[in-house]
Nanobody, 124 residues
Framework: QVQLVESGGGLVQAGGSLRLSCAASGRTFSSYAMGWFRQGPGKEREFVAAISWSGGNTVITNSVKGRFTISRDNAKNTVYLQMNSLKPEDTAVYYC?????????????????WGQGTQVTVSS
């Protein structure tokens, strides 16, 4: 069992930055691949980024490539999403998730545990 708690969301102006954190409970955090998803108002949940269990492999969706970075610190049981050059269209609830596949995966069906989400609002 893994419990995930996101933090770091908030209100920011366009062009600004935020760093989301996702703290995981449990001793097996390092054996899970981790992902970030988001769901904007009136939109379906979409994949944002994923990272392998070791941190050696990452996948970033095209719409945020070059602006967002995913990383993890297994010693702290935490995964991060650094978001730079934020745009109003990045406004969404951001969720972190854990997958037992160990490799980064894009489909939300591959994830076994989810956090409660953190709101990110980007004003124009």
């Amino acid at each position: 069992q893994v419990q995930l708690v996101e933090s770091g969301g908030g209100l920011v102006q366009a062009g600004g930055s935020l760093r989301l954190s996702c703290a995981a409970s449990g001793r097996t955090f390092s054996s899970y691949a981790m992902g970030w998803f988001r769901q904007g108002p009136g939109k379906e949940r979409e994949f944002v980024a994923a990272i392998s269990w070791s941190g050696g492999n990452t996948v970033i969706t095209n719409s945020v490539k070059g602006r967002f970075t995913i990383s993890r610190d297994n010693a702290k049981n935490t995964v991060y999403l650094q978001m730079n050059s934020l745009k109003p269209e990045d406004t969404a609830v951001y969720y972190c998730a854990a997958s037992q596949t160990m490799a980064p995966v894009l489909s939300h069906y591959e994830y076994d545990y989810w956090g409660q989400g953190t709101q990110v609002t980007v004003s124009s």
